[in-house]
């Protein structure tokens, strides 16, 4: 910093701290990654520190990229990441010069995998990893790798264990059924082979030398990811995989969540979500009567399941395919755009994967999925994944504001 060096001292930022830039984004660290990049609407927040000028380095990481900075005038604590975002840290009753906490346990890396896994795992690529670039995104506590061998080649390995994720081993192994059977065509990379050790689970595929969409969204690239479904869905219907569950059978717990919190619905409800929560919960069991159809449905695209070559868009992540309505992945593509700020509907108007669905079909689709998000949000955060409920807590705000625009129920 300007005149002054930089003070190191044992510092590590918590997970789930979350800071504002000048944007009004807000930003959540997750351990050794930005978890997720969401707009959740203007609070009224103290600026940001301007310019680097006015503070002093406290903290500097070179593992994450990420510098704390204290301000010369009010003591406030700022963040500066590797993207460049700078913010307002909002870690409740953190003081400057305080010991934050970091945890660097949600992902694991290549080297924390067993011996006899790697070895596996390299059983299958025919020749040794020399390299292995660890990757951070999503919710995954399993270790995600793009790898080189020793003989050049180079792809994409995932993997878990039981003890790291329970329920983890068996959404590789569901993937897996998935990946052998998609159609060449569909552009998702393909899978070269599996290891199962019935502890471990790890899966190994083509790399796609590409990355994410740009977060937030832009809205060129948001219709180049619906035109690729658009193209997809073609051919993916008839549904081209027999053994997947019908859309409602694989999404009726979450079409239901509404009323179960009718049930006993909690103090900290949303007011107009309180007043409205009977018929919330009818319209999205509603939902159930329209979700069927003959598209094979990748049923979670979102960013960090889209990735842009030069070529084209790539879908990856596909273990809760399942048979659906055409329009599915769509909508929830939308949904993740809504949540930087992008207003949905005159896309819904438009596009042709939606023109020809009925209004109160997507309506009772996006009640039944703000249902899930205010349900799950408040649930104890599950094993190894410490970040998925504010991600839920984020996405249930869009996704509320966009039932309440959509039913304009006073």
């Not at 969401?38 to 927040?45: E, S």
């Not at 997947?244 to 103090?267: N, Q």
């Not at 979670?300 to 273990?319: E, G, K, Q, Y």
């Amino acid at each position: 910093m300007v005149g002054q060096q930089a003070q190191q001292f044992p510092a590590r930022i918590p997970a789930g701290t979350c800071y504002r830039d000048r944007r009004d984004h807000i930003h959540e660290y997750a351990p050794q990654c930005m978890a997720m990049q969401v707009r959740i609407g203007r609070r009224g927040f103290a600026p940001a520190l301007q310019y680097r000028q006015v503070a002093s380095t406290v903290w500097n990481s070179r593992e994450v990229n990420l510098a704390v900075l204290k301000s010369r005038k009010t003591n406030e604590l700022s963040a500066l990441a590797r993207n460049g975002h700078h913010g307002l840290m909002e870690s409740p009753g953190t003081a400057a010069g305080q010991e934050l906490a970091f945890d660097n346990n949600t992902r694991l890396e290549w080297v924390d995998l067993p011996v006899q896994v790697r070895a596996g795992i390299e059983d299958l690529l025919g020749s040794a990893v020399v390299t292995a670039e660890n990757q951070r995104g999503g919710f995954s506590p399993g270790m995600a790798a793009r790898v080189r061998c020793t003989d050049g080649r180079r792809a994409f390995v995932k993997a878990a264990g039981q003890a790291v994720n329970p329920h983890t081993p068996g959404i590789y192994r569901t993937e897996a059924n998935v990946m052998r059977q998609l159609p060449a065509r569909v552009p998702a990379p393909a899978m070269r082979g599996s290891y199962d050790d019935g502890e471990w689970v790890a899966l190994i595929f083509d790399e796609v030398p590409g990355s994410p969409p740009q977060q937030p969204w832009t809205s060129d690239e948001l219709r180049l990811v619906l035109d690729a479904l658009a193209d997809m869905s073609r051919a993916l219907t008839p549904c081209p995989i027999d053994d997947v569950a019908k859309a409602s059978d694989e999404l009726r717990a979450d079409m239901l969540c509404y009323r179960e919190l009718a049930s006993a619905p909690p103090a900290d409800l949303d007011p107009w979500e309180r007043r409205h929560l009977d018929r919330l919960a009818d319209l999205a069991a509603s939902a159930l009567d329209h979700l069927d159809g003959d598209t094979l449905v990748h049923l979670d695209i979102r960013a960090d399941n889209v990735l842009f070559d030069a070529a084209r868009a790539w879908f990856v992540d596909w273990p809760w395919a399942c048979r659906g309505a055409v329009w599915i992945d769509s909508v929830m593509l939308l949904l993740d755009a809504a949540n930087h700020g992008i207003d949905p509907d005159p896309i819904v108007a438009e596009h042709p994967l939606l023109t020809d669905v009925a209004p109160d079909h997507i309506t009772a689709f996006i009640a039944g999925l703000c249902g899930y998000f205010a349900l799950h949000s408040r649930r104890p955060a599950p094993q190894g994944l410490p970040t998925v409920r504010s991600f839920q807590r984020a996405k249930h705000v869009t996704t509320l504001e966009w039932v309440r625009r959509r039913t304009g129920w006073n």
